[in-house]
């Protein structure tokens, strides 16, 4: 089990009617996931709309959940930027806050060469050496893929403790594994990729499905730590349509519609984002059926 668990789920940012973060239902959905298989949350990452929050916003939310999961779960902070100075500046800030551990994405749209990427990380880690960081590749989402090589070199400064693999390249992921020292933590950042993620040396996923099924999820992840690789297998399988599901349009569009259907007040997505067709609801429910979540 890694330093932030085995499951971490990337929590979604409830809006309020009038479009102002819900504050309340983040505390309330945050707890109840804590008990529900969630060892830790990524805050305001990709699935919390981070891009459409402004820092206040982003800060409380950090502070919301972490005394909604004191004791229960960890708390990783979303504070990444592609402005290297933006990126310092949130983190020292968070670190203050006692906070477990920081998500440093991949500087997108500017698309810097890998010695670009990897002094961006390591002014980043340096300047707030007391707090566990995890790297976050995702080449769909920010234009530039994060090299093997260049995660084995950020992975030799000592606060650098793991990364979130979206590339959806296996091999990537186990060029990873084979570079960097086995304390040095693999994420899935694809649900339907954890399981394979795990044969290649991988630690666990940032979850987008743990919100409906992070008990599943963790039971998958603890039969394989035990070498029951086919019960691993069986719940993967019974998963991988939600998994896939999930992500039949932008994410977290259709986690926050599941949610809805689940009775949970987290309310829509911010602009330019939008809500999914009837054709995508029809889609989604048929998984959720299928597991009884409905």
Request: with cysteine; charged share 20%; aromatic share 6%.
């Amino acid at each position: 089990m890694g330093k932030f668990g085995r499951v971490i789920t990337a929590l979604v940012t409830p809006f309020k009617e009038d479009g102002s973060v819900n504050y309340a239902v983040a505390e309330q959905l945050a707890g109840h996931l804590a008990e529900n298989g969630t060892d830790a949350f990524v805050v305001c990452g990709t699935t919390g709309e981070s891009p459409t929050l402004t820092f206040d916003e982003e800060f409380e939310l950090f502070q919301v959940v972490q005394k909604a999961v004191a004791g229960k779960a960890k708390i990783i902070a979303g504070t990444g930027s592609n402005s290297t100075k933006d990126a310092i500046a949130s983190t020292q800030k968070v670190a203050k806050l006692g906070i477990d551990g920081s998500l440093q994405v991949v500087p997108y749209y500017n698309k810097p060469p890998q010695e670009g990427l990897y002094q961006h990380f390591q002014a980043i880690a340096q300047s707030s050496p007391d707090l566990p960081i995890m790297l976050y590749n995702i080449p769909g989402r920010t234009g530039q893929n994060l090299a093997s090589e260049t995660v084995a070199r950020l992975a030799e400064i000592p606060n650098i403790v793991a990364i979130k693999e979206a590339s959806g390249n296996m091999d990537q992921a186990s060029q990873i594994r084979q570079l960097t020292p086995p304390e040095f933590e693999i994420y899935s950042g694809d649900d339907s990729l954890t399981l394979p993620l795990l044969a290649v040396g991988g630690t666990g996923v940032v979850s987008v499905a743990s919100h409906l099924v992070g008990n599943e999820i963790q039971q998958m992840l603890q039969a394989f730590e035990v070498g029951k690789t086919s019960e691993a297998l069986k719940v993967h399988l019974q998963l991988f349509p939600l998994f896939k599901s999930l992500f039949i349009t932008t994410n977290p569009i259709l986690v926050k519609t599941a949610l809805k259907l689940k009775g949970w007040d987290v309310g829509s997505v911010r602009p330019p984002l939008c809500e999914p067709s009837n054709d995508e609801i029809n889609r989604l429910k048929i998984a959720l059926e299928k597991l009884s979540l409905l």
